[in-house]
Structure formats: C-alpha cells, structure tokens
Nanobody, 126 residues
Framework: QVQLQESGPGLVKPSQTLSLTCTVS??????????WSWIRQPPGKGLEWMGA???????LYSSSLKSRTSISRDTSKNQFSLQLTSVTPEDTAVYYC??????????????????WGQGTQVTVSS
C-alpha cells in the first residue's frame, strides 16, 4: 500500500519561496503510469490542483500557478518536491501530495487520486 508524507516549513514569509517534499513509500514514483500531484486547500475553500510530475518525469502545472510553480523529483529517494515562488498570504493553505490516476484512468489531473498524504499546513505571514 502506497503511503505519502509531506514535509517542509509550516511558516513562510511573503515574497519568499515555499518548498515542500513528499516522501513515498510502498511503491515507486517511476511506476507506469502513475502521476504525482500537489494539491492545496486554502481555509474555507475547496481543493486546488497545483501540478504534477509523471512516472517518466514530465511536469504539468495549473495555468493559474504555472509562472510560480516548479515540481521536481529525486528517484533515488523516491521523493517529489514542490516549489512555489513569491508567496503571498493568499497561498496559506493545507498542502497535500497525492498519487494521481489521470494517465491510468484517462482523466484530468487532480480529478482522481487514490492515495494522499496527511497534509501539511503552510502559513504565509511576516
């Protein structure tokens, strides 16, 4: 059974870069045809898909966040990471990593994820 765990700072100052890492156990991030997504939920709002990295290393991003988002991976550690630049208080949210079934199911990224991390609260404040 795949398990995911987010890690990273819980507090980031405005204009700085938010960096989170997701460590995956029980399965490889290179296994065909899974993708690995970052999803966030601001307080009082719904889930927002941010971007994903596929089993073969391709990256895809939400159009609204594309200019500030970067997702990478370290296959030797079975981890994938998120960087969000120039953060503002509006980026305050619970951030989740998840295994995305977009390629497996032929769906849009973020629509169906079968394994999730517990989520990590990130607050943007000075």
């Amino acid at each position: 059974q795949v398990q995911l765990q987010e890690s990273g700072p819980g507090l980031v100052k405005p204009s700085q870069t938010l960096s989170l890492t997701c460590t995956v156990s029980g399965g490889s991030i290179t296994t065909s045809y899974y993708a690995w997504s970052w999803i966030r939920q601001p307080p009082g709002k719904g889930l927002e898909w941010m971007g994903a990295i596929t089993y073969d290393g391709n990256t895809l991003y939400s159009s609204s966040l594309k200019s500030r988002t970067s997702i990478s991976r370290d296959t030797s550690k079975n981890q994938f990471s998120l960087q969000l630049t120039s953060v503002t208080p509006e980026d305050t949210a619970v951030y989740y990593c998840a295994r995305d079934l977009a390629i497996v199911r032929g769906r849009s990224f973020g629509d169906e994820c079968d394994s999730w991390g517990q989520g990590t609260q990130v607050t943007v404040s000075s």
